[in-house]
């Protein structure tokens, strides 16, 4: 059974920083592609970061790129999102999810709460 | 960045109607690359169709996808008490985006 476990969420100050991990169990992690969603209070979803199982190449939306890093450890089955320069509107619960690359995302972890507010 | 709007914002149907819903791209979107998500109050979305048409794994037939270009389609025919959700589309392409989605009331 697929199992994607965020941690790290929790409260920061505008222009903190917070990283993210996901612990992904069930599937051979390296073989998938992986994102991460957010969903703030209410809203619709938003994607906002990718990277591939192979090459690692990276992806970001707009509103992300330049403050946000995308990795992963293969060795611990384990994906991260470093957020830097936080702002009142990164206010979410960001998913973890998995997929194959240019593939629909076939599953999803429970999420983590990031608040961002002084 | 492809753009995705969704309407109508809210649907209100009686069980046994049928639903649906429109997805419009600012782009031409590969029809390869257009997905339907289902997302009940406090839970994870659930994806429904892949590939503009085709079914995910368990979806019941009563959802149907279609479409092509920038205007994509989910049908729900006979609406159950169930399908009472907020639906998303989504181009899943190297840059993907969501719709802003449609919320699904069953009266």
């Known amino acids: 059974e697929v199992q994607l476990l965020e941690s790290g969420g929790g409260l920061v100050q505008p222009g903190g920083s917070l990283r993210l991990s996901c612990a992904a169990s069930g599937f051979t992690f390296s073989n998938y592609a992986m994102s991460w969603v957010r969903q703030a209070p209410g809203k619709g979803l938003e994607w906002v970061s990718a990277?591939?199982?192979?090459?690692?190449?990276?992806y970001y939306a707009d509103s992300v790129k330049g403050r946000f890093t995308i990795s992963r450890d293969n060795s611990k089955s384990t994906l991260y999102l470093q957020m830097n320069s936080l702002r009142a509107e990164d206010t979410a619960v960001y998913y973890c999810?998995?997929?194959?690359?240019?593939?629909?995302?076939?599953?999803w972890g429970q999420g983590t709460l990031v608040t961002v507010s002084a | 960045e492809i753009v995705l709007t969704q309407s109508p914002g809210t649907l209100s149907l009686s069980p046994g109607e049928r639903a649906t819903l429109s997805c419009r791209s600012s782009q031409s979107t590969s029809s390869s690359f257009l997905a339907w998500y289902q997302q009940k109050p406090g839970q994870t979305p659930r994806l429904l169709i892949y590939g503009s048409s085709s079914r995910a794994t368990g979806i019941p037939d009563r959802f149907s996808g279609s479409g092509s270009g920038t205007d994509f389609t989910l049908s729900i025919s006979r609406l159950e008490p169930e399908d009472s959700a907020v639906y998303y589309c989504?181009?899943?392409?190297?840059?993907?985006?969501f719709g802003g989605g449609t919320k699904v009331e069953i009266k």
């Open positions: 990277i591939s199982g192979s090459d690692g190449g990276t």
């Open positions: 999810a998995k997929q194959r690359w240019l593939q629909p995302i076939d599953s």
């Open positions: 989504q181009q899943y392409g190297s840059s993907p985006t």
